[in-house]
């Protein structure tokens, strides 16, 4: 069997053509279609962040690497939490704005036991009776002292200008250079988690750690994620919390110095109903929401710390995008075998989640690294390429279907195509059944007839003759001229091959019977189909160049398979057929021949012709006279002239008497020379 299998093995013929050839195989619209995919893959990978949907997969997967990576402290001995709770406004019988009378009182407490410095989130943005003791308060202090600040144009949900007015005709009121302001506006994101530091625009004071721990200009840009920690015990805190009650009460406030000295002091509410955020455990979790002062005091904490993680550049983004969609792509591309890509898929996917936890873990922000889109950008190339992969394998796959399809039974030609090692072979032994035909007298025919005739009548015997071999079930070596070769056993094998070769032979002869009774008129009679079958061991393989897949047999099999053939003409038989052919055969009956000497071979073969023409009986007769020629009974001789008399028309059974008087019994008939 010889096929011609496009770029089966590539030729070295330079980079542009092998590039022309792919693009022609794969089509234009295809490879547009796969590029312009492999760019939306390669945006997702960059720019998931950005991305509606992608953005908040990409938070949720961010908020399980920070809360994975947060640190578990003891309780931050440098800052004290002062709160309004709601305890406080129960007593104070005030709820919004705040009482200011217990504030004051806190603040002159808190300023007697000498605090590193005060910070208040708490908005004076509107008139309340008692300002007057808050300024006189704050014109006491003499720890530096801030007071909350917003602006309308960052904050217009929360602060309209006649509120920001009034706050800083407030401050104008304080005359203490002691006290100044502070930026409390946080940005949390659209699902309302505080994730990163806020902006701070220089039109705005310092943000509250800024200006309680000034000397730490680069925290004024930086818009990093936060740091937030997490207390080493379960019932532990991270910071000090103490309600300001506490500090509005002299008695009580005494007490409470050792909480305050050397401290950072931020004074805030921790109310249910206002100023509150999620913080990346809590969205996962489910727990309580956190103070807006509490964030404060995890910034001035991570800036104490000096901990500023630092974000991927944009060109490592487009580095790993790149990298990851390759990847996608070449995975795709790759022909192991499926356990082994799935393991491969596997260890991919696990360095996909691995790699973000291990930056986060070593001190890398990965606040904006694409992770989702990391994967989805895979998904897609994985898809796209292995798609347009796919597509040019069909064809392939249909190319190499229909030519192997002229040479092999279906059931053979699909386990080629599912397992490829089983056509790519580079040569074995193996015992086979050889089957050659040939049309008698078709050579002197085409010399007879036009050309147009011979090719038309040609191609209607070989298809006839093709088909009967795939469809009991053998392969298709090649044609030579009028001739047929076909075996059995390669390159898949089956426990009845003997049987399919047997009735493929018979089957051939009585096509061959049919179509040289129904040539068109004008056309020379033409002879009979001549067919050789032996069974032996023989070399199968592939031989040939590189871009043919040259599949066929050689050896002493296909050798007696076509003396077999030859050996008809002399033995006036139509069908020949060796002993070893004929040993598992089922539903097949045989009668003898005789033994002969082929031409060119040392060893004689007993050979064999499938009963066609003489009744069952009579075949028996005449197995049992061989048998008895064999034995040395020289009777059995004229027994047999007898029975071939009874076959007049019978050609091979008159040579089969006429040979075994020229023979011996366990001798054979030498065709040497014939």
């Not at 704005?97 to 910070?119: C, K, S, W």
């Not at 997490?230 to 910071?239: C, I, R």
């Not at 000295?261 to 509150?276: N, S, W």
């Not at 031989?543 to 398979?561: K, S």
Request: glycine share 8%; aromatic share 8%.
């Amino acid at each position: 069997m010889a096929v011609t299998l496009p770029d089966h093995k590539p030729k070295k013929t330079g980079v542009l053509r092998n590039m022309r050839r792919l693009w022609q195989q794969v089509g234009t619209l295809r490879i547009v279609a796969t590029v312009t995919l492999l760019l939306i893959a390669l945006l997702v990978a960059r720019y998931s962040w950005s991305i509606p949907f992608a953005d908040e997969i990409e938070r949720v997967l961010f908020d399980v690497r920070a809360s994975y990576a947060m640190e578990r402290v003891e309780e931050d001995d440098r800052i004290l939490v002062v709160v309004y709770t709601e305890d406080t406004l129960i007593e104070t019988e005030v709820r919004s704005p705040v009482d200011r009378v217990i504030l004051a009182r806190a603040l002159r407490n808190l300023d007697a036991m000498n605090p590193r410095g005060i910070a208040i989130d708490i908005l004076f943005d509107q008139s309340t009776p008692n300002d007057e003791q808050l300024i006189e308060a704050f014109e006491s202090m003499d720890t530096r002292t801030y007071n909350a600040f917003a602006s309308s144009r960052y904050n217009p949900l929360d602060m309209q200008p006649r509120q920001e007015d009034f706050l800083a005709d407030f401050d104008r009121r304080i005359d203490n250079e002691m006290v100044g302001q502070t930026s409390v506006l946080l940005y949390a994101d659209g699902d309302n988690v505080q994730r990163s530091w806020p902006e701070q625009p220089p039109i705005l004071p310092p943000l509250m750690a800024n200006a309680l721990a000034p000397g730490h200009e680069k925290y004024r840009s930086y818009t990093g994620s936060i740091a937030y920690r997490l207390p080493l015990y379960e019932d532990g805190a991270v910071f000090t919390k103490l309600p300001i009650d506490w500090f509005a009460d002299p008695e009580m406030a005494s007490g409470l110095a050792d909480f305050v000295e050397g401290r950072y002091v931020l004074i805030g509410a921790d109310l249910q109903d206002r100023d509150r955020f999620e913080t990346p455990l809590s969205r996962l979790t489910g727990g309580n929401t956190t103070a807006g002062v509490e964030i404060h005091a995890h910034l001035l904490a991570q800036m104490l710390d000096g901990v500023m993680p630092r974000a991927l550049p944009g060109w490592a983004l487009w580095f790993t995008g790149f990298f990851v969609i390759v990847a996608g792509g070449l995975t795709s591309l790759s022909e192991m075998r499926l356990w082994k890509l799935a393991l491969v898929v596997a260890i991919q996917a696990g360095l996909l989640v691995v790699f973000p936890f291990w930056l986060q873990q070593s001190g890398t922000d990965t606040l904006t690294l694409p992770v989702f889109g990391w994967g989805t950008g895979w998904t897609v190339a994985f898809i796209a390429v292995g798609a347009a992969a796919r597509s040019v394998g069909a064809e392939k796959r249909h190319y190499v279907t229909g030519a192997l399809g002229k040479y092999l039974p279906a059931d053979v030609t699909a386990q080629i195509l599912s397992d490829p090692e089983s056509l790519l072979l580079h040569g074995e032994k193996r015992v086979i059944y050889a089957l050659f035909t040939d049309l008698e007298g078709f050579t002197k025919l085409s010399h007879a007839i036009e050309p147009e005739m011979v090719a038309t009548l040609l191609n209607r015997y070989l298809d006839q003759l093709s088909e009967i071999v795939l469809d009991h079930g053998g392969t298709l070596d090649k044609f030579v001229g009028d001739a047929v070769i076909a075996f059995w056993g390669a390159p898949i094998s089956r426990p009845d091959d003997a049987t399919r070769a047997s009735k493929c032979a018979i089957a051939m002869y009585k096509a061959g019977e049919d179509f040289r009774q129904n040539v068109p008129e004008g056309v020379p009679p033409i002879g009979c189909t001549r067919v050789g079958l032996h069974c032996g061991e023989a070399i199968v393989g592939n031989f040939g160049g590189e871009d043919r897949i040259q599949y066929t047999a050689l050896g002493d099999a296909m050798n007696t398979g076509a003396r077999l053939e030859g050996a008809n003409k002399f033995l006036k038989t139509k069908i020949l057929v060796s002993r070893e052919a004929t040993l598992e055969t089922d539903d097949i009956l045989f009668r003898p021949m005789g033994r002969v000497t082929l031409s060119g071979r040392a060893t004689p073969v007993e050979v064999y012709e499938p009963v066609m023409e003489i009744t069952d009986d009579s075949s028996e007769k005449l197995h049992t006279l061989y048998r008895k020629y064999e034995n040395g009974d020289k009777e059995a001789i004229d027994e047999i002239a007898l029975l071939a008399r009874n076959y007049p028309d019978d050609l091979a059974i008159q040579g089969f008497a006429e040979r075994l008087r020229q023979t011996k019994p366990g001798g054979s008939y030498v065709l040497q020379g014939k």
